[in-house]
């Protein structure tokens, strides 16, 4: 090669390594009272709202996700869900890591567990990943070309979140130990066979009053005892005749209940429907639901 030659080359790139993880895309359709217990992992959370609300505490932090709106749940970061709007919830989740340490860092300063308003650059991207997605789902491509197109399509947002710029949204801040303490009522409700107990025993239990511990639990979760109590009751009711492997019967035991009426009773004040009707409507949804992992 001769030096003009050398001369005119045009270096356009040298290496580019790229590191992402992408785990669990899906739907969830949910009824009023839904629950999902607190977790924490070392991956981030993608939470795209798309109807009613979802109800988040993170960290020390209360925020209200309501469709149209996202949030990003960063790493190591304790995460409790609920529907507390009384409306039926949609959402489309995933966890994702990226390998490029100054993305990462301008995910967390930036974007980290604040409620993304529906009109910002990066909710948008949500809703063109989402639709994209779908599209894709209902493509028959090769399992191949399907996973380089999802990478594809998450590339297309890790730019939106590449030119993010911080999102500052009000929420409603608890002194931890208020909030540590809260969680412990709140566990302690439920024994590990899923026993109710009474929360002036949990309260006693923790050497505390009960009008104190009232205070505390209806200050961070929104909700009195009684209420939260019910509602993870009737999460966790649904739960069961989702799965649809055990009968309605031996649901009602395993609940704890005294009879099948009795549940039937408890569950149709929940929900205006019986136990057998509610999981032929889940077997209908879920028929026609669009799950994507």
Known sequence: MRKDEIMAQQQL?????SNI????????????????????HQLFELIAVMQGSVTMFMGTSRRVISAGEAVIITPETPHESFNFSGDRLQFFCFHFNVGDLDLKTRIIKNLGNVVIPADSVVSQAARKLIQSIVVLEEANVQAAERKFRLEIFFLDFMIALSKSQPVVTTAQEYPEREVILAQKLASGLFAEDTTRRTFQAVCAHRNISTTYGHRIFKKIYG???????????????????????????????QMKFSSQASFSKQFKQWSGMTPSAFRKTQKRERHSADYLV
């Open 13 to 17: 790139f040298q290496t580019i390594e």
């Open 21 to 40: 993880y992408l785990y669990g895309g899906h739907f969830q359709r949910n009824f009023p009272s839904w629950h999902y217990p607190r977790e924490q």
């Open 223 to 253: 909700v009195t005892p009684t209420e939260y109590a019910k509602e993870r009751q009737f999460s966790r009711a649904k739960g069961l005749l989702e799965i649809g492997e055990n009968s309605i019967e031996a649901i009602a035991l």
